[in-house]
């Protein structure tokens, strides 16, 4: 039995107010392309399908039509809600689309039912656990032990009595963490609970062949190759330059026998980190090694100020999302303020600490020389 594993879809996300639904729709069409020539058996949707909890009108026909076409492929879909979604918006008609293939999870409703596939190796079960806070789990079973989302998992886990001698798989939202080890995170991100209320550790999912995990967006193991974050198939934040972004291939044959690979997802345009001044990155010879109409995040290393370094950056690369000055970044550890006494300082001298917290270096050369003049002519003190 082979599927095709991704989540955190958020369909209808904007980046730095770029809305990135033209690149979802490019990638989605690409995963159809990967299941067929994968020849895949099922579709796993890990969650987080939509940004927010209340989808733009786009975003829903968007979804509406990667599964449409998901369906014409005569393969079983698997969707779950995360942290982002509505369950109940997910779930909507979720017992109707079953008969196309569809197998929906947005709610929490009680032990959990397998979707049962067959193959030539036996059965293989399905199970399917949206994210949910453990308050719902609590009142779902009326037992108030039930304080963290370990505990809730563990409990759906139990009552659902699975029998860990047959093939089983679980999909699931949440935040999975290795004996406390925490996955790699990045900043698109979103924390679901305080104080590690969330974590839910790899011990709970024993009897799982497979794990399919989303809430993550860094493609990454967890404790054991066979549980597992897909990752987003795009780029959602400056901190995933440097990620691969792909779909996890999972073939189960007998049990325990399970098979990983990835194919790789192309964006239309990547996410990119660059750095100079201005005049350099405006140079042909610069802005020509790579597509302009990726989306970048410019550091400018200019010292003097800039008028309007945004549009003239966008002349050059229209997709310019963040725009910081080498200048006045600063160490975390360097984020104090000194309280000194100024009575006694020159005017030069009160220049002098105005220009170094602004320009990130000394007054000197020149520039300093040319302070010193000014101040002179206007009879003040230089000290």
Known sequence: MKFIHTADLHI????????????QKHVLNQILTIVKEEKADGLILAGDIYDR?????????????????????????????????????????????????????GMIRGNMNPVV?????????????????????????????????????????????????????MITHHFVTNTGKPPEQSESESNLLLGGAENVDVSVFE??????????????????????????????????????KSVTIVELKDKGDVTLSVRELKPIHDMRKIKGTLDELMKEEVYSLADVNDYLHVTLL????????????RSVYPNVMQITFEKNERKENENSVSITSTRSKSIYEHFR???????????????????KDVIEEVGGDIG
């Open 207 to 244: 009897a799982f062949d497979y794990v399919a995990l989303g809430h993550i967006h860094g493609p990454q193991r967890m404790g054991r190759d066979t549980i597992r974050y897909s990752g987003s198939p795009i780029k959602y934040s400056f901190s995933e330059v440097f990620h691969k």
């Open 12 to 23: 209808g996300k904007v980046v730095n107010e770029f809305s990135m639904l033209e690149e």
């Open 353 to 371: 600490d105005f220009y170094a917290s602004v320009a990130g270096e000394e007054l000197a050369g020149e520039y300093d020389s040319c302070m």
């Open 117 to 169: 596939m067959e193959d030539e190796y036996g059965t293989l079960n399905i199970y399917m656990l949206p994210f949910a806070k453990p308050a719902i789990i609590r009142h779902l079973y009326q037992d108030e032990t039930i304080v963290t989302c370990e505990d809730g998992v563990r409990k759906m886990i139990e009552e659902s009595n699975i029998d860990a001698s047959k093939r089983n798989l």
């Open 302 to 313: 200019d010292k003097q100020e800039l008028f309007d370094p945004m549009g003239e950056l």
């Open 53 to 105: 909890s209340v989808p733009s009108a786009e975003a829903v026909v968007a979804l509406d039509q990667f599964l449409r076409e998901a369906t014409k492929l005569g393969i079983q879909i698997f969707m779950i809600s995360g942290n982002h979604d509505s369950p109940e918006r997910i779930g909507f008609a979720q017992s109707i689309l079953v008969d196309k293939g569809l197998h929906i999870e």
